[in-house]
T-cell receptor
């Protein structure tokens, strides 16, 4: 079945450091890929998405590129801020048929000033 | 404002009791979902519904039940058959064919068995 494997956490970085959170996926068809963010005590919010190979999603300084050849969708940000501290989830959804999101285990990110 | 509302935010259940978690949305979305979140395990799908009066089991449906009598509402009942119900429960909704659109999540309900 479909699955998402995410970088184990927690991740702790200093403010203004470069961030990478790795995400790889397994899917039998052609999925769309998503990154969601969860701030403490809240539900999930969509951070960015990519719907086909080579697409780049971006939002709030975060970027991720859909790499079909490596089945990856790594999240990156050039300079993190304390306010980026949250849990980040990679997810995939199939474009046809079984319409549900499959999530990774989440990566807790803490940014220290 | 449009959104998805879960209630209550915190819920305590005694052993052997059934409890119902509420999820309401005013986004006019057809599809609704229930996820369970446990530390270190991400989100696991319990049930989902793509249309009124229809729903499908997700990956961990045992010990749970749902109904979808109205488009706006998708309540989840945690039955006494669920052996380890303590978790954070998240409800979400999307438009049909949602792969190119955003899934909206509620704020979650934290259920604790006492």
């Amino acid at each position: 079945g479909d699955s998402v494997t995410q970088m184990e956490g927690p991740v702790t970085l200093s403010e203004e450091a470069f961030l990478t959170i790795n995400c790889t996926y397994t899917a039998t068809g052609y999925p769309s890929l998503f990154w969601y963010v969860q701030y403490p005590g809240e539900g999930l919010q969509l951070l960015l998405k990519a719907t086909k190979a080579d697409d780049k999603g971006s939002n709030k300084g975060f970027e991720a590129t859909y790499r079909k050849e490596t089945t990856s969708f790594h999240l990156e940000k050039g300079s993190v801020q304390v306010s980026d501290s949250a849990v980040y989830f990679c997810a995939l959804g199939m474009n046809f048929g079984n319409e549900k999101l499959t999530f990774g285990t989440g990566t807790r990110l803490t940014i220290i000033p | 404002d449009g959104g998805i509302t879960q209630s209550p935010k915190y819920l305590f259940r005694k052993e052997g009791q059934n409890v119902t978690l509420s999820c309401e949305q005013n986004l006019n979305h057809d599809a609704m979902y229930w996820y369970r979140q446990d530390p270190g395990q991400g989100l696991r799908l319990i049930y989902y519904s793509q249309i009124v009066n229809d729903f499908q089991k997700g990956d961990i449906a045992e010990g749970y039940s749902v109904s979808r009598e109205k488009k706006e509402s998708f309540p989840l009942t945690v039955t006494s058959a669920q052996k380890n119900p303590t978790a954070f429960y998240l409800c979400a909704s999307t438009l049909p064919g949602f792969m190119n659109t955003e899934a909206f999540f509620g704020q979650g309900t934290r259920l604790t068995v006492v």
